[in-house]
């Protein structure tokens, strides 16, 4: 996926590295759909402007290498489009749920599905980090120990995940899978 905006910057700060590139013909081209879809959706702010950047793009790469005997476009199905996306979904939730807080809105319901989603999405990460370091995934000098220790805590400190998501059920549904609703507990002592 690489840094966003860093090829803008190191081009601009770097201008003379760079040479205009006329039409170069060649036989054949390979294009790498997911790099295009990543450059194409951060500046797009609607579908129907992204389809329109992302078919300017094609056009910009096909005119400038001018393939003379075929095209590959290396596509991975609808997934690279839907990871994208949900990105940048996840990115406006958390803009909306850090507004909620500051504005003293937020319930706790919200609260307790984004510790869910946050503390497990942590686990994974640490716990991936841990397998791709193999042995050394477990030994102090690396520190992905310590990480890993230190995300459990995170994890239990701020609820488990099952008990966060029966928060979250609770204020999607109404119904309490842990404790009766309060109307309910005060009809009953009534009775």
């Not at 979904?89 to 319930?107: A, D, F, N, P, Q």
């Not at 928060?167 to 109307?183: H, L, N």
């Amino acid at each position: 996926m690489g840094i966003p905006g860093f090829s803008l910057w190191f081009s601009e700060k770097n201008k003379h590295a760079f040479v205009p590139l006329n039409t170069v013909a060649v036989d054949h081209i390979y294009i790498d759909l997911n790099s295009v879809l990543h450059t194409v959706l951060r500046r797009a702010s609607s579908y129907d402007q992204f389809h329109a950047l992302l078919h300017k793009r094609l056009d910009e790469i096909l005119r400038t290498l001018a393939p003379r005997r075929s095209v590959m476009i290396a596509v991975d199905g609808p997934a690279p489009l839907a990871k994208l996306i949900t990105q940048r979904e996840r990115r406006k939730v958390g803009w909306r749920i850090t507004r909620l807080s500051e504005e003293g809105r937020l319930s706790h319901e919200q609260a307790s599905l984004a510790k869910a989603w946050n503390t497990l999405r942590g686990r994974e990460c640490v716990a991936l980090a841990r397998e791709l370091l193999g042995g050394n995934g477990v030994q102090a000098d690396f520190l992905v120990a310590k990480h890993f220790c230190d995300m459990e805590a995170i994890y239990t400190y701020e609820g488990t995940y099952d008990v966060n998501m029966l928060v979250a059920g609770r204020g999607a549904t109404g119904i309490a899978a842990f404790k009766a609703p309060k109307a309910r507990a005060a009809a009953g002592a009534r009775a």
